[in-house]
C-alpha cells in the first residue's frame, strides 16, 4: 500500500517521455543511439520508483536525485555499454585462479588468434591437397613431438574437447561404455563447480565399480574387483585435497601390470596435467603428462588452462587406435573447440616445442625467484607515501592453484598491508573497487599482496591503488 506521501512522492517523477524532449537527454540519445538512452532512462526511473515504494527516499532525497536525474542516466548508459568480462589485476598469488580465469594467455597465443581468426583459415581444409582436412591435426603434431619422446613406444595421438571435463566424459563413454570401471574410493573426487567423478561416469554410461577406503586401496582391491564386465581401471589426481596419515596408493606401475594382465585398459584423469617438469621447482609428488604415458598409462585427461598454461580446453593423449574411437565417437562433434581455441593452444604448444616457457606467463610466474619479487617489492613499497597505510614485508608462500599439487607452496614476499581506520575486509573491498580491480588475500586482519601474480608492468597501478585507496 502507498502511503499518501508515497504517492506525492511518485507524482514528481517525470515520465520517460518528459525525460526525451530534455536538452541534455537530446544529447545522450545522439552519443549513444535512441534505444539505449530510452531503456536507461526507464532504468533509472524504475529504480527511483523502487526506492520510494521501500521508504529509502524522502523528499530531501528525492530532489537530491532528481536534480541529476541526466548524470545518472549516463551512468547507467555506460555501464549497460561497458563489458561485463575485464581485466583484474591477481594479487592473490594463487597462479591459476579459476575464479580468475585460470592461465592468461602468452602473446603469441593471442597474436596467434588474431592472425588466424581474424580472416579465413585452413581449420579444416588441406591446402596441398585442397581436400577437407581435419581441425586436430596442428595439435596433435605438436603434442607428439613433446609425448613421443620414444620412437619405439606406440605412436601417442591427441585430441582436443572443451574442458577436461569433457574429455574425461569422452573418454569414459568410448572406452567403458556399459562396462565396468575400476575406482579407488580415495579417488572418487570433486572439482569445483559440481564435477564429481561418480557423476561423470554415469553420464558417460559407464558403470562406476569402487574399490578400497578413503585412505588406502592396495592393488588386491583392484584385483579383486575384476570381472568379465570390467573394461578400464581409472586412476584420478587427487588435484585438490591431501590424504595423509595412515595411507596406501597403489602404484601406476602396479596398475599397468594389473591392466597387462587381465587385458584392461588404463585410464589417468590427471586434472593439471603439466608439459613440463616441476621437480625443478622443488615440486615432487605432480607427476607429468610424459610421467604417466611412460608408465605404461594408455590414455591420460588433461586441461588446456591449468598448468600447461594454455586456453580453456580438455586434451585426451594416448594410444593413437584409441583416441582414433574417440575421434569417431558423436560426442566429439558435440564437444569439440573452435578456432580460438586451437589457435591459442598451438601457439603455447610451440613455446615448449621451442623451450621457450619464459614465454608461458604461467610458467613465467611459477620460476619466478623470491629474489626477484622482493626487489619489486622493494620498488613498490617505495613508491607508497600514504601515512595511513602500514605496509609490511613479509615472507610467504604463493600457490599453483586450480587443482595443482595442492600441497605445493612456492617461496615468496608479500606486502602486509593495514590501516588503523579501517579494516582489512574494507581495505581489500576498496582494492577490489579500484580500476583494474585489485584482488588481494585477507589473513589474519591484514590484506597481503602477492606479486608473483602481478605482471611487472602492474605493479604501479597496484602502488597508485594503495596510496589512492586511504587517501
Ligand atoms: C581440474 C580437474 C578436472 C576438471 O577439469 P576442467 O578443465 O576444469 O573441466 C577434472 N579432473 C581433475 C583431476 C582435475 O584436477
Avoid: W
Wanted: negative net charge; contains cysteine; proline residues 3%.
Amino acid at each position: 500500500m502507498k502511503t499518501r506521501n508515497q504517492t506525492e512522492l511518485f507524482r514528481r517523477l517525470p515520465s520517460v517521455d518528459d525525460l526525451l524532449h530534455e536538452a541534455t537527454v537530446i544529447s545522450l540519445i545522439t552519443s549513444y543511439g535512441h534505444d539505449p538512452a530510452v531503456d536507461a532512462a526507464r532504468t533509472v526511473l524504475a529504480r527511483l520508483r523502487q526506492e520510494i515504494s521501500s521508504g529509502l527516499l524522502d523528499e530531501h532525497a528525492i530532489d537530491l536525485a532528481l536534480s541529476d536525474l541526466c548524470g545518472a542516466i549516463e551512468t547507467q548508459l555506460r555501464q549497460s555499454l561497458s563489458y561485463s568480462l575485464r581485466p583484474v589485476i591477481n594479487a592473490t598469488g594463487v597462479i591459476l585462479h579459476t575464479n580468475l580465469g585460470r592461465a592468461p594467455l602468452s602473446e603469441s597465443a593471442i597474436d596467434h588468434i588474431r592472425e588466424t581468426a581474424t580472416s579465413y583459415s585452413n581449420l579444416e581444409f588441406d591446402v596441398v591437397s585442397g581436400d577437407r582436412g581435419k581441425r586436430d591435426i596442428q595439435v596433435d603434431r605438436l603434442l607428439r613431438r613433446l609425448l613421443n619422446e620414444d620412437s619405439r613406444q606406440p605412436q601417442l595421438s591427441t585430441i582436443v574437447v572443451n574442458n577436461n571435463a569433457a574429455a574425461v566424459l569422452l573418454a569414459l563413454n568410448t572406452l567403458a561404455e556399459g562396462r565396468e570401471v575400476i575406482v579407488s574410493r580415495g579417488e572418487l573426487v570433486e572439482i569445483g563447480g559440481s564435477f564429481r567423478i561418480p557423476d561423470v561416469m554415469a553420464k558417460s554410461g559407464a558403470i562406476l565399480r569402487e574399490v578400497g577406503t578413503t585412505n588406502r586401496t592396495r592393488i588386491v582391491d583392484y584385483e579383486q574387483a575384476i570381472s568379465e564386465r570390467t573394461r578400464l581401471l581409472l586412476r584420478v589426481h587427487r588435484s585438490n585435497f591431501q590424504i595423509t596419515g595412515f595411507t596406501e596408493q597403489a602404484s601406476t606401475a602396479q596398475l599397468k601390470e594389473l591392466a597387462r594382465k587381465h587385458n584392461l585398459l588404463l585410464m589417468e584423469d590427471l586434472g593439471s596435467g603439466a608439459l613440463f617438469d616441476l621437480r625443478s621447482l622443488g615440486i615432487t609428488d605432480e607427476s607429468t603428462v610424459l610421467d604417466s604415458l611412460r608408465s605404461g598409462v594408455d590414455v591420460v585427461t588433461y586441461s588446456g588452462d591449468k598448468l600447461l598454461g594454455g586456453p580453456q580446453a580438455g586434451l585426451i593423449s594416448g594410444a593413437a587406435e584409441l583416441v582414433a574411437r574417440m575421434r569417431s565417437n558423436s560426442l566429439f562433434r558435440a564437444l569439440r573447440v573452435d578456432k580460438l581455441i586451437y589457435g591459442a593452444l598451438e601457439a603455447t604448444l610451440l613455446a615448449y616445442v621451442r623451450g621457450d616457457h619464459e614465454a608461458i606467463p604461467t610458467l613465467r610466474m611459477m620460476q619466478l625467484r623470491k629474489e626477484t619479487i622482493s626487489e619489486r617489492v622493494g620498488t613498490l613499497v617505495a613508491q607508497i607515501g600514504t601515512p595511513q597505510l602500514k605496509v609490511e614485508v613479509t615472507d610467504g608462500e604463493s600457490l599453483l592453484g586450480a587443482g595443482a599439487a595442492p600441497s605445493a607452496a612456492l617461496p615468496t614476499q608479500l606486502l602486509a598491508v593495514t590501516c588503523e581506520r579501517l579494516s582489512a575486509a574494507d581495505l581489500a573491498a576498496r582494492l577490489r573497487h579500484s580500476d583494474p580491480p585489485i584482488i588481494a588475500r585477507v589473513e589474519e586482519g591484514r590484506v597481503l599482496l602477492d606479486l608473483r601474480t602481478v605482471f611487472p608492468e602492474q605493479d604501479a597501478a597496484v602502488a597508485a591503488a594503495l596510496n589512492r585507496i586511504v587517501s
